[in-house]
């Protein structure tokens, strides 16, 4: 069965500090990535998304994924107390569905 | 442009009972896909439709069920209602096939008492 792992976490870092998220999964055909932020009652909210092995960068925000390892990450720079939220990796396969992580709770400490 | 919009944003059935849920999509995404999100399961893939056609189909009972229509707008239907089924239910959207990058709405809240 195709699978994404995270951390469920709670991650907690302290304001400023690098914010580290990580996810395997075990599907070697998926080729696109994505991490989504859902804020605790509200929908998920995408933020990156990746299709090609090495880094990605958007604002605070580096997506990095390794396809020989199947491992994909989030990093969050400077982090914000806004930051604090459930962070949702998952991967795609063309012609599948999306294969959605249980998410890893972040808390980013003022 | 507008977002995805889901309706009714709030319901409460009681078990045996049926329930639709609608789900307009961006405006030009032709693909909605609809997940089931608990806290203990997380986002669970219910079905993927496309101009129409159903294009994948997630592990769910026969009792849930939906639909596309020609302006892209979706409706999924559950019958039968057991308390498992209260949860969020999420309907994302995506512009086509080969666009994976997928936009939720603000979900529909069923209770089932």
């Known amino acids: 069965q195709k699978e994404v792992e995270q951390n469920s976490g709670p991650l907690s870092v302290p304001e400023g500090a690098i914010a580290s998220l990580n996810c395997t999964y075990s599907?070697?055909?998926?080729?696109?990535f994505f991490w989504y932020r859902q804020y605790s009652g509200k929908s998920p909210e995408l933020i990156m998304s990746?299709?090609?092995?090495g880094d990605k960068e958007d604002g605070r925000f580096t997506a990095q994924l390794n396809k020989a390892s199947q491992y994909v990450s989030l990093l969050i720079r400077d982090s914000q107390p806004s930051d604090s939220a459930t962070y949702l990796c998952?991967?795609?396969?063309?012609?599948?569905?999306?294969?959605f992580g249980k998410g890893t709770t972040l808390s980013v400490s003022s | 442009k507008a977002g995805v919009t889901q309706t009714p944003r709030y319901l409460i059935k009681t078990r045996g009972q049926q329930v639709t849920l609608s789900c307009s999509p961006i405006?030009?995404?032709?693909?909605v896909s609809w997940y089931q999100q608990t806290p203990g399961q997380g986002l669970q893939f219910l079905f993927e439709?496309?101009?129409?056609?159903?294009?994948n189909k997630g592990n769910f009972p026969g009792r849930f069920s939906g639909r596309q229509f020609s302006n892209s707008r979706s409706e999924m239907n559950v019958s039968t209602l057991e308390l498992g089924d209260s949860a969020l239910y999420l309907c994302?959207?995506?512009?086509?096939?080969?666009?994976?990058?997928?936009?939720f709405g603000p979900g529909t809240r069923l209770t089932v008492l």
């Open positions: 990746i299709y090609s092995n």
């Open positions: 439709y496309f101009s129409e056609t159903q294009r």
């Open positions: 994302a959207s995506s512009f086509g096939i080969a666009d994976n990058e997928q936009f």
């Open positions: 599907d070697r055909g998926s080729q696109s």
């Open positions: 998952a991967g795609h396969q063309a012609g599948t569905a999306l294969i």
């Open positions: 405006s030009g995404h032709r693909s």
